[in-house]
């Protein structure tokens, strides 16, 4: 069983920036993928970016020039950076996890852009 827990979300200015973070209970380095999803109001959740154990990234769209994932493998933790945040960016995000067969969700951290 794998536990996750993100922070880092709240309430962000437009234009302005925000750094999300994921901490995981178990070592990351064998995790197959590692990955940053959101649900905006009244939408499906979507995926924002991933990464995959090879460093293989992967953008949506909506975010590919304005968002970083990375990971610290000693800290177990992985991070979304997003720059120039929109309205339109204002989700619950969440994190998410494939360690062997098994996929983790974290419990989600509010993210409201302002103008």
């Known amino acids: 069983q794998v536990q996750l827990v993100e922070s880092g979300g709240g309430l962000v200015q437009s234009a302005c920036s925000l750094r999300l973070s994921c901490a995981t209970s178990g070592s990351i380095t064998s995790m197959k993928l590692l990955g940053w999803y959101r649900q905006a109001p009244g939408k499906q959740r979507e995926l924002v970016a991933a990464?995959?154990?090879?460093?293989?990234?992967t953008y949506a769209d909506s975010a590919k020039d304005r968002a970083t994932i990375s990971r610290d493998n000693a800290k177990s933790t992985v991070y979304l950076q997003m720059h120039s945040v929109k309205q339109e960016d204002t989700a619950v995000y969440y994190c998410?996890?494939?360690?062997?067969?098994?996929?983790?969700w974290g419990q989600g951290t509010q993210v409201t852009v302002s103008s």
């Open positions: 998410h996890v494939l360690s062997g067969c098994d996929s983790y």
């Open positions: 990464v995959t154990s090879a460093g293989l990234i």
